[in-house]
């Protein structure tokens, strides 16, 4: 199994940026996708996570209103549309896959694979 994740790079404040998740290795309808986010010095973050038909999503509050997470199943791919970015969005940012029958969606735990990351700087 493997997660790609791309798109990150640098955006200034008010601006936006979409990062993408390719997986390949499962079967991608039968996982739910998450994004997680680690930024120096703090523990990995809950952010965004939708299920495998795409019609239960669920966003962290600092990012509510702003991020969109969507996936295209035919694609093999989960992507994070961030707007309005702030300087404290800086991190790394994680794509998740996790069984599509846990009703969990916030811990990192329940999800069993992880792509490498992918920076996301916010200029201020």
């Known amino acids: 199994v493997q997660l790609q994740a791309s798109g990150g790079g640098l955006v200034q404040a008010g601006g936006s940026l979409r990062i993408s998740c390719a997986a390949s290795?499962?079967?991608?309808?039968?996982?739910?996708m998450g994004w997680f986010r680690q930024a120096p010095g703090s523990e990995r973050e809950f952010v965004a996570a939708i299920n495998w038909s795409g019609s239960s999503i669920f966003y962290a509050d600092s990012v509510k209103g702003r991020f969109a997470i969507s996936r295209d199943n035919a694609k093999n791919t989960v992507y994070l549309q961030m707007n309005s970015a702030k300087p404290e969005d800086t991190a790394v940012y994680y794509c998740?896959?996790?069984?599509?029958?846990?009703?969990?969606?916030?811990?990192?735990?329940?999800?069993?694979?992880w792509g490498q990351g992918t920076q996301v700087t916010v200029s201020s």
């Open positions: 998740a896959a996790a069984s599509r029958s846990t009703p969990l969606y916030r811990a990192p735990s329940v999800y069993n694979y």
């Open positions: 290795g499962l079967t991608f309808s039968n996982y739910k």
